[in-house]
């Protein structure tokens, strides 16, 4: 028989647009060799070099590139548990390397770190983490530097974690609890402050635990039942999906469901149980972008006949607003802290105000290393300004919710309380009463969610009525 080829047979239309890509300069991005672990350092090298968010960026790069199933598990995997172990694993590096881990640059350090996840914390062969990373290494950074990635990492694979944790964890508890569980110790300080000695370990620990995929039935539109999975535990909207792309459920490919913490869909449910005397008509999302929360609101306004206004002051912010909310929902591009609207015009107002997202950590780990204390302290007056705001837009009688994704003292019951102060015109609510079926949210008159006593992200709730 005569030989046949054994390469890829091209037909004659792929064969000329390969050829006029190549006379045209535009030849087509050859996919990578190992594409699964260089989509993951893609994610990595872009959330250091140009502070991309790993969940918005990681999905299009799994699309593009054609991965799913267990290899998009593993791309995914990858990319989150190298940010999640980041600050762990630049202790061990530290011991394994004769330079500085601040001098090595970049691109070959998160390989290194990607190499040191795959060898700590994955079952994944010794020399298979090693001789991928040492590829990927040649790849991103050349030979010489692939030989420097080769004897760090044989290095790292001579010992386990819990043998290098013995070795590089401080012996002060901050120290420890910094390098043992990845946390800047500026992060542990505060939420040390926030939760207390005996639950800081187990706080820390569920910050980098893999969180389950929760989805919003949105009033009207959808069902629990038509998501599948499990029905939430805490919220009558909220569903547990097991495994899968949540896109790939219809009501969410259709806007009529979505990916929702089942905290942030119970602080805006709060906002809706507080009992009104008077007009309940009028209702505002000081700062609605991307639109979670306001499409909720939405479709429990759209029950009751009231009318929602929803602003966000970054257009494209407003634009996702629209994407996510109904026809009957205004949607402003508007600045909440300088609003256009007269004083008392609404009956309950949401101000979820931004924040450092220190309550999300599980489900945006990079977040931990891309702000310093400093930026709680920049972010505070605005806050201030946002609840005041919030205070004068509603009618005396009204209630507004306060919200962060954040359980930093500052930015919780120390904004809340310094407003109240200089005001006088308003009283605390007992948020934990509205949560009815929620344990554990503090004695009040605040509401904490936590992610090791309910499995969500550490949203903060302070519900307020103007006197």
């Known amino acids: 028989?005569?030989?046949?080829?054994?390469?890829?047979?091209?037909?004659?239309?792929?064969?000329?647009?390969?050829?006029?890509?190549?006379?045209?300069?535009?030849?087509?991005?050859?996919?990578?060799?190992?594409?699964?672990?260089?989509?993951?350092?893609?994610?990595?090298?872009?959330?250091?070099?140009?502070?991309?968010?790993?969940?918005?960026?990681?999905?299009?790069?799994?699309?593009?590139?054609?991965?799913?199933?267990?290899?998009?598990?593993?791309?995914?995997?990858?990319?989150?548990?190298?940010?999640?172990?980041?600050?762990?694993?630049?202790?061990?590096?530290?011991?394994?390397?004769?330079?500085?881990?601040?001098?090595?640059?970049?691109?070959?350090?998160?390989?290194?770190?990607?190499?040191?996840?795959?060898?700590?914390?994955?079952?994944?062969?010794?020399?298979?983490?090693?001789?991928?990373?040492?590829?990927?290494?040649?790849?991103?950074?050349?030979?010489?530097?692939?030989?420097?990635?080769?004897?760090?990492?044989?290095?790292?694979?001579?010992?386990?974690?819990?043998?290098?944790?013995?070795?590089?964890?401080?012996?002060?508890?901050?120290?420890?609890?910094?390098?043992?569980?990845?946390?800047?110790?500026?992060?542990?300080?505060?939420?040390?402050?926030?939760?207390?000695?005996?639950?800081?370990?187990?706080?820390?620990?569920?910050?980098?635990?893999?969180?389950?995929?929760?989805?919003?039935?949105?009033?009207?539109?959808?069902?629990?039942?038509?998501?599948?999975?499990?029905?939430?535990?805490?919220?009558?909207?909220?569903?547990?999906?097991?495994?899968?792309?949540?896109?790939?459920?219809?009501a969410v490919a259709e806007g009529r469901a979505a990916v929702q913490d089942e905290a942030s869909q119970l602080v805006a449910l709060a906002l809706t149980r507080v009992e009104l005397h008077g007009t309940d008509a009028r209702w505002l999302d000081l700062c609605a972008g991307p639109g979670g929360k306001a499409a909720l609101l939405a479709g429990l306004a759209d029950e009751r006949g009231a009318h929602l206004l929803a602003c966000d002051l970054q257009p494209h912010r407003a634009r996702l607003v629209r994407g996510a909310v109904g026809p009957s929902v205004g949607v402003a591009v508007a600045d909440g802290a300088q609003p256009a609207w007269r004083p008392g015009s609404f009956d309950r107002v949401l101000a979820d105000v931004p924040c450092s997202g220190l309550g999300a950590l599980r489900r945006r780990p990079e977040a931990r290393w891309r702000r310093g204390p400093e930026a709680i302290a920049d972010l505070g007056p605005l806050q201030r300004r946002l609840l005041d705001s919030a205070l004068d837009a509603v009618r005396p009688g009204g209630v507004v919710a306060y919200v962060t994704c954040s359980p930093h003292l500052a930015e919780t019951r120390v904004v809340v309380d310094d407003v109240l102060r200089r005001r006088g015109d308003t009283e605390r609510l007992d948020s934990p009463s509205h949560l009815e079926g929620v344990p554990d949210l503090g004695e009040g008159p605040y509401a904490q969610f936590w992610p090791h006593r309910h499995g969500t992200d550490a949203m903060f709730l302070a519900l307020l009525r103007r006197r």
């Open 1 to 250: 028989m005569p030989n046949r080829p054994t390469g890829p047979r091209r037909g004659p239309r792929q064969g000329q647009r390969q050829a006029q890509d190549q006379r045209q300069g535009t030849a087509r991005p050859k996919r990578p060799r190992d594409p699964v672990r260089r989509t993951a350092f893609d994610v990595v090298q872009a959330v250091d070099e140009r502070d991309a968010y790993a969940n918005l960026l990681l999905p299009s790069l799994l699309r593009e590139r054609g991965l799913a199933g267990r290899d998009a598990a593993l791309a995914t995997e990858l990319t989150y548990g190298t940010l999640r172990g980041r600050g762990t694993y630049d202790a061990v590096l530290g011991m394994c390397s004769d330079r500085p881990v601040a001098k090595i640059d970049t691109p070959l350090l998160n390989v290194l770190r990607l190499g040191t996840h795959q060898l700590l914390s994955t079952r994944i062969p010794p020399h298979a983490a090693v001789g991928t990373a040492v590829d990927l290494a040649r790849s991103v950074a050349g030979p010489g530097q692939a030989k420097f990635a080769n004897a760090v990492l044989r290095k790292v694979a001579a010992r386990d974690l819990e043998a290098w944790l013995a070795i590089v964890a401080p012996q002060d508890e901050t120290g420890r609890l910094s390098v043992v569980h990845s946390h800047p110790r500026w992060i542990v300080n505060a939420l040390r402050d926030a939760v207390g000695a005996g639950e800081i370990e187990a706080l820390l620990a569920a910050d980098n635990a893999r969180p389950r995929v929760t989805l919003v039935a949105r009033p009207g539109r959808s069902t629990v039942a038509e998501l599948g999975g499990e029905p939430g535990v805490y919220s009558p909207y909220a569903a547990y999906l097991a495994e899968g792309d949540p896109a790939a459920v219809p």
